[in-house]
């Protein structure tokens, strides 16, 4: 187990603690909803949604994290402006955990952080995500929104291994003219959160875990990853056959390998997830609590 020598940085975001040292505070868990192909959405451009699906998905996430005593946050993901200021509308009411606005779209994602503002949930809202291929303009507009906490994904598409992730926060990677962390901090981020970019099984996925132990030593700020990302690519997956319900076990895994690493949040997947994910979860905080017990 470990206890990082370097300050932990703790941002509060919407009433919830991001970061500290492993086993002395609970990880957050983070959810998505209207991901794509999500089944509750009926209409992706307005982000319209079956009657009762929204509201439905949202009482269990909460009820789950009251069973467990979890912190959480939820990402909001939207193609279009207008479903994502849907989404907000209807998330701010039915629970008051950060928000995460995501969306492949730059427009999209600004328009949610403006939104936010305007309904009052500026101080919820982390943007998600810095990349190394987010431009000046956006970084410039992203300032202009004032908005202070933003996701910074550590992918690094000209060397997908532990290195490229590190180098890319800390000195751009040769990708970008300056670190991703030093950039965010000049664009108004002052609560950044390191994700250490897991895409799949095939482009290094582990090394994820690795990484966010030297950015917690390096920077002593709240990081974390989406291992779930990595579990479609799992080859042994397409052996199931008709027992699929075999996948939901490593997907389980996938949430607490992170918590083993150090990891402050964990991107867990769909909110339809979250009872198992939170149990799972929960227990292994414990045992890194018990871990770290006389450290």
């Keep these: 187990m470990m ?35 999500h089944s509750i959405v009926e209409d992706r451009a307005e982000g319209r949604c079956r009657p009762g699906a929204f509201e439905k998905c949202l009482e269990g996430f909460n009820e789950a994290a009251r069973e467990t005593n979890t912190p959480t946050a939820l990402m909001l993901f939207a193609e279009t402006p207008d479903a ?5 509308q209807k998330a701010v009411d039915l629970t008051p955990v950060p928000l995460l ?16 503002h305007e309904i009052g949930a500026g101080d919820r809202v982390i943007y998600n995500s810095i990349h190394a291929g987010t431009t000046v303009e956006e ?5 202009d929104s004032k908005v202070e906490s933003a996701v910074l994904l550590a992918f690094n598409p000209a060397d997908i291994g532990l290195k490229g992730k590190i180098y890319l926060l800390e000195d751009g990677g040769q990708l970008l003219p300056s670190g ?20 799949t099984v095939e482009q290094i996925a582990g090394s994820a875990l690795r990484a966010i132990t030297i950015a917690k030593a390096k920077w002593g700020l709240p990081s ?3 291992m779930h990302n990595a579990v479609d690519s799992y080859v042994q997956r397409a052996g199931l056959g008709e027992d699929k319900s075999l996948y939901r076990y490593v997907d389980v895994s996938s949430a607490t390998l992170p918590i083993s690493a150090g990891a402050d949040f964990v991107m867990y997947g769909p909110i339809e997830f979250s009872r198992r994910i939170f149990h799972a979860g929960a227990f292994a905080d414990e045992m890194m609590s018990q871990a770290v017990m006389d450290l």
Aim: glycine share 12%; aromatic share 8%; net charge positive.
């Design 3 to 37: 206890r990082f020598l370097n300050e932990q940085k703790v941002f509060r975001i919407s009433g919830i603690d991001w970061g500290g040292q492993p086993g002395k505070r609970r990880t957050v868990m983070v959810g998505s909803i209207g991901y794509p192909r």
């Design 84 to 88: 994502i200021k849907a989404y907000l």
């Design 101 to 116: 606005i995501d969306s492949p779209s730059a427009e999209v994602r600004l328009a949610g952080i403006k939104h936010a």
């Design 139 to 143: 970084l410039g507009l992203l300032q």
């Design 180 to 199: 991703m962390i030093e950039m965010a901090r000049r664009y108004g981020i002052s609560k950044p959160l390191l994700d250490t970019a897991v895409m």
């Design 224 to 226: 974390g990853c989406a």
